[in-house]
């Protein structure tokens, strides 16, 4: 999967590479997600696990704290030597934590 991103995501600029998409596209994309989860985190009723990268997380200290206040049980895991890219760097640990939690059998209503 890196190979592919690595593949489509870059494309040649000089000696060096840029990104394929536009920059406005990517910060249209990031603009249009939702930037206030904590209600909907506090009406869970399933099992949680949050993984979070040790270098350049988009879920920061503060909010791995604040998810744990609100969700005591959420297992929040800092995996060590990864950055932002952390789906990618540890494929097999998050898709176990997928089937872990696709196998809890926790269905919405």
């Known amino acids: 999967m890196a190979e592919r991103y690595v ?29 206030n989860p904590w209600p909907g985190i506090r009406q869970l009723r399933c099992p ?3 993984l979070a990268a040790e ?3 988009t879920f920061s ?22 950055t932002h890219f952390l789906p990618m760097e540890q494929k097999d640990i998050v898709r176990d934590a997928i089937l872990q939690l696709a196998l809890s059998g926790c269905r919405e209503n």
């Open 7 to 35: 593949q489509h995501a870059f494309v040649p600029q000089g000696d060096q590479v840029q990104l394929a998409c536009a920059p406005e596209w990517e910060s249209t994309t990031f603009a249009h997600t939702e930037h």
């Open 48 to 50: 949680v696990i949050a």
């Open 55 to 57: 270098r350049g997380s």
């Open 61 to 82: 200290p503060k909010a791995q704290k604040r998810l744990k206040a609100l969700l005591p049980s959420a297992d929040v895991r800092v995996l060590e030597g990864t």
